[in-house]
């Protein structure tokens, strides 16, 4: 490692830190600033003041704001979530089963949906000026404008409600008992009940990375080194995909990055379509019931992926491109 790629790090690091804090005293200070408490969800049961006033001595609710910060920002950074208001259990083993469910929905969908984006996006951009790219372009923008609930209400009707193919929505059949860790996720019950929201997902994702490519596509093919590959007499799709594919698909270095950390967050539509017990559709019930710990344990996983990701994005970024200084 050179010495100004040394130095680029440290300083990236150092803004990773800042970013940090930041994040988490925003994190902080939208929770607090919301209306109601967590004790809001038992006023209708008949709880007392004194027994409401108990329970935020518990929580450290009643607390003063900035001893609230302090122990926030402890527990955080130690990983210590705390315990869920609304189960009362630990939110860092509820949190994590809801982690796995979306990973193992939107981790396929991510896949898939950039792999066929960023191949399709290539041959579109290649074939430009052409029927093809104006047909591979209409589709491509029809599918990006499509709300994903409207996606999936059009997948669920078609293979679930009129072909009775697949399952309407959860996880899994109901009596259906894992034996194992891989089992519960690789049975053949749960890949039925995951491919219509996968599907869904593929759909409306693919489009990013077909669009962006495509223009990155563009731009390559007018430099000259095109022009020799093809006087050179090499076929088509050696140009296409070993050559200007290549050179292309660098800018979707940062864009990867960016729509991990997004997509966990997007899946909340998707997992409300589908009824899929994962974090977003956790997320939306915690701020229902104003249960701050589980949503802030949920915010504070998917704001660490998206900034982590970004900081490994710039990394790779100045790797792969030498033309690209370390400022």
Excluded: C
Excluded at 214 to 221: F, K
């Amino acid at each position: 490692m050179s010495q100004d790629l040394q130095k680029y790090v440290v300083r990236r690091i150092g803004q990773l830190i800042i970013t940090y804090f930041a994040f988490l005293t925003l994190l902080f200070v939208i929770f607090r600033l919301a209306p109601g408490d967590p004790t809001s969800m038992y006023l209708l049961e008949g709880m007392t003041p004194e027994a409401r006033e108990e329970l935020l001595t518990k929580l450290g609710l009643n607390k003063p704001m900035h001893e609230q910060y302090i122990d926030f920002m402890t527990q955080t950074l130690s990983l210590d979530l705390g315990q869920s208001y609304r189960y009362g259990i630990s939110v860092s083993e509820m949190v994590i089963t809801k982690f796995w469910n979306t990973i193992f929905l939107m981790g396929p969908t991510f896949l898939i949906a950039y792999g066929i984006g960023i191949a399709a996006g290539a041959f579109i951009g290649w074939v430009r000026g052409t029927t093809k790219e104006k047909v591979g372009v209409v589709l491509t923008l029809f599918a990006r404008s499509s709300p994903e609930f409207w996606i999936g209400i059009l997948v669920l009707s078609l293979f679930a409600f009129n072909l009775n193919l697949f399952p309407t929505g959860g996880m899994r059949s109901p009596g259906f008992v894992a034996e194992s860790f891989w089992d519960r996720y690789l049975a053949v019950d749960f890949l039925r009940h995951l491919a219509l929201p996968l599907l869904t997902g593929v759909i409306f994702y693919m489009a990013t990375p077909s669009l962006l490519m495509r223009s990155s596509m563009i731009q390559v093919l007018d430099e000259d080194f095109i022009e020799i590959k093809k006087a050179e007499g090499l076929p088509e799709y050696i140009i296409m995909y070993k050559h200007a594919a290549r050179n292309s698909i660098l800018p979707m270095t940062t864009v990867v990055a960016l729509v991990v950390g997004i997509s966990l967050g997007g899946s909340l539509i998707i997992e409300t379509v589908f009824s899929w017990p994962g974090m977003g559709r956790e997320m939306v019930q915690s701020v229902q019931y104003n249960d701050y710990a589980v949503a802030q344990a949920i915010f504070f996983l998917m704001g660490s992926v998206v900034i982590m990701m970004n900081f490994v994005a710039d990394l790779a970024y100045v790797y792969l491109d030498p033309r690209v200084k370390y400022e």
